[in-house]
């Protein structure tokens, strides 16, 4: 299926961090109904994730493996909740380059491996009105 709006951009999915990932997967599989389409770890971003299908994008429940991640620390500073929006891109190093020349607060200079093997950063909050942004470009593009 083809994704590719006017800007060759979609919204690849919302992240939300939560303390305990079954208690949040018990609200979304069982009083929204969403379907779940799996659970992995990453190591390198330091989270336990849970992927659900909602329609054309996916929700991501985002559990710290200790309280020293960023996601540890975001649940200890602000508690749980929506924790950053990410847009699917097709070339995520020129996207990076764009951001940069452009004077954007780049938390990732260069990608990093995140759920499903696709490559991501992150822009900081400071750079996107408020909103921390990850940019994604799945494993097989
Ligand atoms: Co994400």
Same mark, same amino acid.
């Given at each position: 299926?083809? +994704? ?8 690849? +999915? ?69 924790? +950053? ?38 822009? +900081? ?17």
């Amino acid at each position: 299926m083809d +994704h590719n709006s006017l800007s060759g951009h979609a919204l690849d +999915h919302i992240a939300i961090a939560v303390q305990n990932l079954d208690e949040a997967l018990a609200f979304y599989k069982t009083a929204l109904g969403l379907p779940e389409i799996g659970i992995e770890v990453v190591a390198e971003q330091g989270v336990r994730v849970a992927k659900l299908d909602i329609g054309n994008t996916h929700i991501e429940l985002l559990e710290p493996l200790s309280p020293e991640t960023p996601v540890g620390k975001f649940l200890a500073n602000k508690g749980p909740g929506l924790h +950053h929006i990410c847009v699917k891109v097709d070339d995520i190093n020129s996207e990076l380059a764009k951001l940069k020349s452009q004077g954007m607060r780049l938390i990732d200079e260069t990608p990093k491996i995140g759920a499903g093997g696709a490559k991501i950063a992150f822009v +900081h909050p400071k750079s996107t009105g408020g909103v921390l942004l990850e940019l994604s470009q799945p494993q097989n593009s």
